[in-house]
């Protein structure tokens, strides 16, 4: 006997449920560059951007930490985790070293590790796996640090843009003194929820050529 089947579309409905993620609220914790090292940045992408004005989105330059969805209830979870961290940290520089891409539309500043920033990385991702587990997100926070200098450039364009990049010599240092956590609101612009001031760098100890007795 044949029995009517569901309509194709309403199949890919039923494929295509969102999943609890998929309506969360978008969270990012990000610092901006210096200042000369993000006029640096800036002179390197304007004049890519001079070529190719019409291809591509230039964002507002900021070092990203994590940009990740989690339920809005615990927001207020995350702003008191994230306080008491910041709490205990120290500002640290970050390196970059040239430019790289993630094929094949995004062209990003190379970030080079430094043993502060590793520490600082390290510790921020055991929290937020930690709150990942309460929230029941089943995330994994291991998205490194990212620069973003230019984003959503057609296929063609992207490899032009890495072959215009690779004659610029861009060797910078970010000192990473104050950390802002934003949320995306419906609108999609990002509303500021809280800025982190980090304490001063450890001065470092210089050690005296000769040896005491």
Known sequence: MWLPTK?????????????????????KLVASPSTEAAVRLEEARSAFKMLHPNDGLFPTLELSFFNHRLPESSESLLLSWLFNFM???????????NISGIPPHQVQARIQATPQHAA??????????????????????????RLALITELPGVVFH???QFFSGIDLYTSIEVQQLELLKMLPTGNWKLLQRFQLAPMPAVQQQPWFQTI
């Open 87 to 97: 709490c205990s940290q120290s500002s640290f520089p970050v390196l970059i070293n």
């Open 160 to 162: 032009r843009a890495m």
């Open 120 to 145: 600082f990385e390290q510790k921020l991702v055991a929290l937020l796996s930690q709150l990942s587990g309460i929230t029941a997100s089943r995330i994994q926070y291991t998205q490194q640090c």
């Open 7 to 27: 309509p194709l579309n309403q199949q890919h409905m039923e494929k295509s449920t969102l999943q609890p993620w998929d309506t969360w609220t978008k969270y």
